[in-house]
């Protein structure tokens, strides 16, 4: 085991974070206090944001644009703050720009259904990559059959790190969009994303992030990464479930056409037809998820008030000392880079032991929660030659007592699958 003066202690978020969060002082597994390690899955709600949600439906709920009553006067205001905020969180200067959808996967379908449907031709190529999470994959792989266009899908290099020189030898002038997660959520790996970009725009092609897993841990400017879409979910951001946002270019978002029907993204009906609405309406229709928007405000606000240097600094020590303490222990393989390659989270398999084993007991018999499975990253768990793997993943809230946990807990399931030698027969 790691020792804690392993451990850059300026790095370590306060303590006082945690009284912040209620499901971490009240939840007890078996006997055992709650360490909360699935993070990249869905992270834990302040009580900033608990009561936000609260708030809303207590004193201000109504739906939004459509009233001329106060509460719906109030809730409109709220939520179309709450636009501005997240537009000022990743970096843009337009609010219009800002599509509240319901999640990560519902803005990437926006994209491939309304820009991939309307622009991708038999010749046209996409490229993904090997490490994509399903969301990132599938939309893509509809797109292309009903198009006639080609996806193509970059390797990455031995230590888990995307294979840049692939990269630009597969960019072509055929190539129309690079879809590309902004850091794995399996193998952590962080990706240069303003080269990417860079890249890409130099041969025509337009650039969607799939930053679900980079935003709430890294500052995010996308006007600086000169980014086309960017995709993220409030969940994985201390955020309610139900409300993700795309980003997306104001020329590209306006020549695309709506992709849901309905209420609120027209400008005017008729029995034989529709004109739009202008954006962001356009791309929002129905009621949309107003109370999700709004606590993801909250949430915003809780994050700015730490600031995401310092939340990644704080990662980034729990990471390397999580490393550190797996690289130890014998018969463990850790899937991706090294530590400073990647960002909070460390996925590993053993070779005799599954996953899901695995995640059982430690959170039966040492109360820590990790993910277990393939984390929606089949094509990259084939690659690696292994069915499933188990995932850390951490967050501003978590202690290096808690990688501890981890680290005992696995040795002693270790131990316990370990083979016993047959007792040999009296004579």
Known sequence: MNSLETIDQSAMLPESLRADFPILSGDIINGHPLVFLDNAASTQRPRQVIDAIARVYERDYANVHRGIHTLSERSTEQYEEAREKVARFIGTANPQEVIFTQGTTGSINLVARSWGETNLRPGDEILTTVMEHHSNLVPWQQVTAKTGATLRHVPMTEDGQLDMEAFGELLNEQTKLVAVTSMSNTLGTVNPIAEIIAQAHAVGALVLVD?????????????????????????????????????????????????????????????????????????????????????????????????????????????????????QIDGLRILGPAPEYRSSLVSFAFEKIHAHEFAQVLNDQFGVAVRAGHHCTQPLHKLLGISASTRASFYLYNRPEEVDRLLEGITAVQKMFAPRGRKRRAQ
């Not at 949309?288 to 700015?304: Q, R």
């Not at 310092?310 to 000392?321: C, P, W």
């Open 211 to 327: 930053a679900a897993q980079s935003v709430p841990h890294l500052p995010t400017d996308v006007a600086a990464w000169d980014c086309d879409f960017l995709a993220f979910s409030g969940h994985k951001m201390l955020g309610p479930s139900g409300v993700g946002i795309l980003y997306g270019k104001e020329a590209l978002l306006d020549a695309m056409p709506p992709f849901l029907g309905g209420g609120s993204m027209i400008n005017e009906v008729c029995l034989d037809g529709f004109t739009p609405a202008e954006l962001p309406a356009k791309f929002e229709a129905g009621t949309p998820p107003i109370v999700p928007a709004i606590a993801m405000s909250a949430a915003i606000d809780y994050l700015s008030a730490i600031g995401l240097e310092e939340i990644h600094r704080h990662e980034q020590a729990l990471v390397k000392y999580a490393y550190e303490g797996l690289s």
